[in-house]
């Protein structure tokens, strides 16, 4: 036997199993550019520079017969020829010491020819003329594959929705002439295809349909807030007058009597108590310097009067202090499926009221505390958690027409936690200082007495939301 039907009868197995033979630097002498691919190759696959190492040969063609010259090339190779009818045209080629498989190569990229074996037979074709051939081999064999009676399988799912899977099943296995019709009353697949798709399509349900674990999270919310307030203030009251009545005059027809008393706030004093019966309202001791405070939680008074009642003098000097803590705790639990959202709403809804035409529209607003948690197992045993958090709450100490604002605090966050353990969700935390102070003009710079002509509060508010959060898997 010779070399070459050597290599022959090693191709044809390894092509039977569907694998190449290594070639042997002989064997790529004689075959490169031929049985050693077995199929059609476009041009920018044929082999470099580098991968030739047939026998050198010389050769000169000057407008020769192109059917002519791959003759020679089956003569020099040893190799079984089949030129197809549709190869025409001419060869000019000069060629010295070149290595007769690259000289192939380089008259067939010239020529837009191509490759392909058939057993012991290589045979030469344009490549157009591969290609189509190539697409019409594939067409068939589709058609083959296609060919057949549809079998209808229903399948009723357990778990998973059958609008869910529909879809699904059809991108993934089923075959062009393949359907799937749903039954949602019974949660059922309604699949016809071919014997091998619909079993396939079976496969993949099995899959697929099965119960997913769920995810208790049990959630505690913390809110605790300090608000702590601390007044100092003063408080004046005067009165003078002259009057016939009490022997002080101007001792003139006009004025024949007169009075000074403060106008800054409400009548106190002696005069509040009605000591002086014989003083008109307009006399009465008024508070001429007002900078108490609200609520005061301790005063303390002094008033000095003259005995006819001409001067009255009153002081009241007033602090107030509170400190305030609020903790509220809740401790809420939801199940939920694996992937799906779970909410945890707590709250009011504040009633708001709108005048159109007439009309009087009440409407509800949220204020609540809202969490919303989409838990994801992986396949570590740890859960991952997407979570929104939204804090509203109504503000009444800035209400307008009865109707308070809406302070709105929210977050976003996505955690990884293992399964029973809990995480810190870090909460929104705000903290408030204010410190006011309330002066008479002037009088407030002198020293010492300035202290009793000025009102001082300060006030300092910390509101802190803690959420905890605890994943536990329920399978």
């Known amino acids: 036997m010779s070399r070459i039907e050597a290599f022959v009868s090693r191709l044809l197995v390894c092509l039977a199993i569907g694998g190449m033979p290594e070639l042997t630097g002989h064997d790529r002498g004689v075959l490169h550019g031929g049985v050693a691919h077995a199929r059609a190759m476009p041009q920018g696959e044929l082999g470099g520079a580098g991968d030739y190492v047939g026998d050198p040969v010389s050769m000169e063609f000057q407008n020769a017969e192109l059917r002519s010259v791959l003759r ?51 045979r030469i074709a344009p490549l157009t003329t591969l290609a189509a051939e190539a697409d019409e081999r594939r067409a068939r064999a589709r058609e083959q594959a296609l060919a057949g009676e549809l079998v209808v399988l229903a399948r009723p799912l357990g778990y998973a929705r059958a609008l869910d899977l529909a879809d699904l099943v059809t991108r993934t296995v089923l075959s062009p002439r393949g359907q799937i019709q749903i039954d949602d009353r019974t949660n059922t697949l309604i699949i016809a295809d071919l014997q091998q798709h619909v079993g396939a399509a079976e496969e993949l349900i099995d899959e697929l349909d099965r119960p997913e674990p769920q995810v208790q999270i049990q959630a505690r919310i913390v809110q605790a807030s300090q608000d702590y307030l601390r007044e100092l203030g003063v408080q004046w009251g005067v009165a003078g007058r002259v009057a016939p009545e009490i022997g002080n005059t101007t001792a003139l027809a006009f004025p024949n009597r007169g009075g000074v008393s403060g106008r800054a706030g409400g009548v106190q004093g002696p005069a509040a108590a009605g000591a002086d019966p014989r003083a008109v309202r307009t006399e009465d001791s008024g508070t001429a310097v007002d900078l108490g405070p609200a609520a005061p939680s301790a005063s303390l008074g002094l008033a000095l009067g003259a005995i006819d009642g001409s001067l009255n003098l009153d002081l009241v000097l007033s602090a107030a202090e509170s400190d305030g803590h609020v903790r509220i705790l809740s401790n809420p639990r ?53 979570i929104e958090i939204g804090n509203d709450f109504a503000d009444f100490s800035r209400q307008v027409n009865g109707v308070p604002p809406i302070v709105t605090q929210s977050a976003s966050t996505t955690v990884q936690v293992a399964d029973g353990a809990t995480t810190v969700i870090g909460g929104i935390y705000e903290s408030a200082r204010t410190r006011s102070n309330r002066r008479v003009p002037g009088i407030h710079r002198v020293p010492i007495l300035g202290w009793f002509f000025r009102g001082r509060a300060e006030r300092r508010r910390t509101d802190e939301l803690l959420i905890f959060l605890t994943p536990r898997v329920v399978r």
């Open 72 to 122: 020679t090339f089956a003569e020099i190779s040893g190799l079984n020829l089949v030129i197809d009818p549709q190869v025409t045209g001419t060869v000019d080629v000069a060629l010295v010491d070149v290595p007769w498989d690259q000289a192939f190569d380089v008259i067939l990229r010239a020529n837009g020819l191509g490759y392909e074996a058939d057993g012991t037979v290589v």
């Open 334 to 386: 939801i199940t939920t499926q694996n992937n799906v959202e779970a909410v945890i709403t707590q709250g009011d809804q504040i009633p708001i009221q709108t005048v159109a035409n007439n009309t009087v529209t009440v409407t509800f607003r949220d204020a609540a505390l809202r969490l919303a948690v989409t838990p994801q197992i992986t396949t570590a045993g740890t859960v991952i958690m997407r």
